[in-house]
């Protein structure tokens, strides 16, 4: 009885300032409550925004059944109030970094859908370009082994006292050897230059694909209700500030929920949100502790908790990825201009490659 009386307070103050959003809130933990003809009466005019004839029924209700409801004990009501506005801050802080990090999400999601045919395509012909120049440096660097080898060999059979061309076959092997360290030491670059390349083709090119598939395209009214009820599901499990005894499950379906909206998943988040409403809610620390002490520790590690966040958001702001985006005015202009430069690298690459194409065998035998 006492807490469907403090929702109903909450649903009253909320109908004078117009807060629809906290009567929707509110509504939904009073249908999870025992209520009785009466309660229920007052939840259908409000379900139909009649609201006029709610809140007339809402302070009979409150009039009624207000003497009925058992003393509290009013420094635990003050430390209540003071977790539930730091609760609801945290809230806040929660929902503007989860934010910030979708946007920066969404903007990497949209980066590669829109450009990653030709980005794919770029690394693509780069890491032929590379393997190219690996089978070159590794025809020159065997061909001087080689010759480094036969000069050692035949300077193993010379004699040093006896031979006339003992120092002349020595100076030549130095030469040779230097060399041959010199283009073993550029073989060895050019190798990790190009299984460097050709991990960033294929990481590339999986998380592409993955996109692809895992990523659904919506309609301007799509993308609008998928933000409205990302909001409304992360509201009612935000691991943030549920009971600590929720928190696991609660972090388990906020990244559930946070998957769903990276991919664009409507019908994912519906899921989610009407679980969540139906069954699968979490209540708060200032709804369920009603001891002093542990309010007051509750309070501390929020009060904690708030000064991270907002250092984490401070820090998503100031970051050189975050500043990028927000820069930019409209993303599909910015997308369009990006590919037609990438488009414009991808023909000089092409053309680099087809001039290697045509050079003669004798091209890969010169020294790099």
């Avoid at 003393?71 to 910030?100: A, F, P, R, T």
Wanted: glycine share 2%; aromatic share 8%.
């Amino acid at each position: 009885m006492k807490e469907i009386i403090k929702r109903l307070e909450i649903i009253k103050t909320s109908i004078t300032i117009e807060d629809e959003e906290i009567i929707e809130l509110q509504i939904m933990k009073l249908n999870k409550l025992d209520t009785n003809s009466e309660a229920d009466e007052i939840i259908t005019r409000l379900n139909d925004s009649d609201y006029s004839s709610a809140i007339v029924l809402i302070e009979n209700y409150i009039q009624k059944y207000n003497g009925l409801v058992v003393y509290e004990d009013k420094e635990i009501q003050g430390l209540k109030l003071e977790l539930k506005v730091l609760e609801s801050k945290l809230q806040s802080l929660s929902e503007n970094k989860d934010e910030l990090l979708n946007t920066i999400n969404e903007f990497n999601i949209e980066y590669n859908l829109k450009l990653g045919d030709i980005i794919r395509d770029i690394l693509d012909i780069q890491n032929e370009i590379l393997y190219k120049e690996y089978i070159a440096k590794n025809k020159h660097y065997q061909a001087l082994k080689e010759k480094t080898q036969e000069l050692k060999k035949k300077l193993n059979d010379l004699d040093p006292l006896e031979d006339d061309e003992y120092d002349e076959v020595y100076e030549e092997f130095k030469e040779s050897k230097k060399k041959y360290q010199d283009a073993k030491d550029e073989f060895d670059k050019q190798e990790k230059d190009y299984n460097d390349s050709k991990s960033e083709y294929e990481e590339f090119n999986k998380e592409y694909e993955d996109i692809k598939e895992n990523t659904k395209e919506l309609n301007k009214d799509d993308k609008k209700e998928l933000k409205k009820l990302y909001k409304m599901a992360a509201k009612l499990c935000h691991p943030d500030i549920v009971d600590d005894e929720f928190k696991e499950k609660a972090h388990n379906i906020m990244q559930e929920l946070n998957d769903a909206y990276s991919k664009k998943d409507l019908n994912k988040i519906k899921e989610i949100l009407y679980s969540l409403e139906n069954g699968d809610g979490f209540e708060v620390s200032s709804e369920v502790i009603n001891n002093s002490e542990l309010l007051k520790a509750k309070i501390e590690e929020l009060k904690e908790h708030i000064e991270s966040v907002t250092t984490e958001i401070d820090n998503i702001k100031n970051s050189d990825s975050y500043k990028s985006i927000i820069d930019i005015d409209d993303w599909e202009d910015y997308f369009k201009s990006l590919k037609s430069n990438l488009q414009n690298q991808y023909e000089n690459l092409k053309r680099e490659k087809d001039s290697i194409q045509k050079e003669d065998s004798n091209y890969w035998d010169k020294e790099f």
